[in-house]
């Protein structure tokens, strides 16, 4: 379904069922929540999402399977070895200050689902704090940007580097979550 959906349509979705926020916060949050370990088969999600997003009322059928698909897109693109995970943000047709605001929401999620499961900050590597750090920095960045070349470019950095982070954050917390499924071994 997501892949089928605009970001404009995934607003509108969102909209219809009285969750006000931007789709870029809830795909923070997903990618949170992985990034920091959360099990890929947990369904706890579901129930993290409703928590946060809809006053801990069950998400009606439309908009489950919307989210449902969305975790498993963010689940598949995070395990990708080839890094095609990308941060969910407004066409580049939009201004550049609606995808700056875009970024704010989805770092702002991608820290609220961090937060939500990781608990033991001080056991995090100095990559993953200082990613933490960063992003809450980029977090209070003034969304004021200007049609211009230079802005959008120093725009394309920001969610690079906050594309890349995220990947980090995943290698050393999430990955283990994917590659930790017991094996058969046949001994002979």
Avoid at 121 to 147: A, M, N, P
């Amino acid at each position: 379904m997501i892949e089928n959906l605009t970001y404009q349509e995934a607003q509108l979705l969102l909209e219809k069922h009285q969750v006000f926020v931007m789709p870029s916060e809830v795909h923070g949050v997903i990618s949170g929540l992985l990034a920091c370990g959360l099990e890929i088969e947990s369904t706890e999600y579901l129930s993290l999402l409703s928590d946060v997003f809809n006053e801990g009322q069950a998400f009606q059928t439309e908009l489950k399977t919307f989210l449902v698909e969305l975790y498993k897109q963010v689940t598949s693109k995070l395990s990708d070895r080839e890094l095609h995970f990308e941060l969910y943000l407004p066409d580049d047709d939009e201004s550049l200050a609606d995808q700056a605001n875009a970024v704010v929401a989805w770092i702002a999620g991608f820290l609220l689902g961090f937060g939500l499961k990781q608990k033991d900050y001080g056991r995090l590597s100095d990559d993953v704090k200082e990613v933490i750090q960063d992003f809450t920095e980029i977090s209070k960045l003034d969304t004021h940007f200007d049609e211009t070349e230079e802005d959008s470019q120093s725009l394309y950095e920001i969610i690079e580097y906050v594309r890349i982070s995220t990947l980090l954050c995943f290698a050393e917390l999430g990955e283990k979550q994917v590659t930790s499924t017991p094996t058969n071994k046949t001994i002979h």
